[in-house]
């Protein structure tokens, strides 16, 4: 039941940000460490959580070499789940269209020669039978309401309020007239901290939390 909830969050929230061309309705995270590889961001949507829908700068491509998340299912009430996301690449462009589309092709064939990047798929990880029961499967009476206030509501906000985020090689690019600027940022870090800055897991006793990171 729990995985069954979890997965169904974690993906809830990353359709926001993926394509529709990668297929995620088979993914589960019973296995512990599901990875999808190889996807295009929907613009539209990171643009808004980047605050970038009313800037001059157009947000017209996004590129992920790896999403991963795995979760500590033997220690899930002491441990973060841990999400990670490889190579990330955002291109903005401003100034006249012709360009931009010309300067945009060329950074998408570059792309695209990466011998890693010619697929877009999903994997998932699983234990062996012997030493792991199968996944529960959801029954039609059976309620998986994540937002009410049942013994799950509770360990939900410990794991979700304790998720280890970790970004590596963030790669944003601006085109403007036939010329391309690049930030590059090595790697970023979001981990749980109690009040008084003490990093690792923290329980979450309330509903509305204040979360230190």
Known sequence: MLETVLTRIILRYAKQYICDTVRTDS???????LRIQNFELRTDELAK?????ESSLRLTRGFVRELRVVVPWNAIRS?????????VDVVFASGASGTQSSATAGIKGNFETDEHVKSQTATS???????TPPAPKETSGETLDETSETWLQPLLRNILGNVAVTAD??????????????VTVDKLDSKPHSPIWQAGFTPVA?????LYR
């Open 79 to 87: 441990q973060s789940l841990r999400v990670e996301v490889h190579a």
């Open 49 to 53: 959580a980047l605050g970038a829908e």
């Open 169 to 182: 090689t963030l790669v944003a690019k601006l085109l403007r007239n036939g010329a391309v600027a690049t």
């Open 206 to 210: 309330v509903q509305q939390p204040t």
């Open 27 to 33: 993914l589960s995270l019973w296995g512990g460490d």
């Open 125 to 131: 990880t699983s234990p062996s039978p012997s030493s």
